[in-house]
């Protein structure tokens, strides 16, 4: 739908910064659902290194959209520290993608939230390639990713996360 509007635009429209913006998203932009297999990225983590999503492959995942000036987002990390410490020797990982600009912040708050898994950002903020991959237009957003690539749930936060990580993975 997106798509068929942005095609009609003028080209003047189309070469302003919002018309570059939506052709980014188009361009990006994955029907991402339950049920659906993941849809890779990379981007750098805390230590410059790059990481893909497809690293984690074989494994759980929580790919986690969140950003340091999200407050839901930092209120949702205690409980992440914690099904993390609970769950990593079973085969499950975090993912966050934090959607900032300021890598200090960024930084600042994955130390604060003692986040100890893998935590990446391309610091372009709300237009992070990751969240526009997976359509993320509201912090925090998260996706659980079966170790086959599946997508099981989407949104699973507090005790829906801790059951639903306890059916999974006994």
């Not at 934090?98 to 708050?109: G, I, M, P, R, V």
């Amino acid at each position: 739908m997106v798509a068929s509007l942005f095609h009609n635009f003028t080209p003047e429209i189309k070469n302003t910064d919002y018309g570059k913006n939506i052709e980014t998203f188009i361009r990006l932009n994955k029907e991402i659902k339950i049920g659906g297999q993941f849809a890779d990225f990379e981007q750098t983590n805390t230590n410059g290194k790059k990481i893909r999503l497809s690293d984690f492959k074989g494994k759980y995942v929580l790919l986690d959209f969140w950003g340091s000036w999200c407050l839901p987002c930092r209120e949702e990390s205690p409980n992440l520290v914690k099904v993390y410490k609970a769950y990593k020797a079973r085969e499950f990982e975090i993912l966050g993608v934090a959607a900032d600009e300021n890598k200090q912040s960024w930084l600042k708050a994955v130390k604060e939230d003692k986040m100890t898994w893998e935590n990446v950002c391309d610091l372009k903020g709300d237009k992070n390639e990751a969240a526009l991959i997976y359509g993320i237009s509201a912090y925090p957003t998260n996706y659980l990713i079966n170790e086959k690539g599946i997508i099981v749930a989407k949104n699973l936060r507090g005790e829906m996360l801790e059951k639903k990580l306890a059916k999974l993975l006994p």
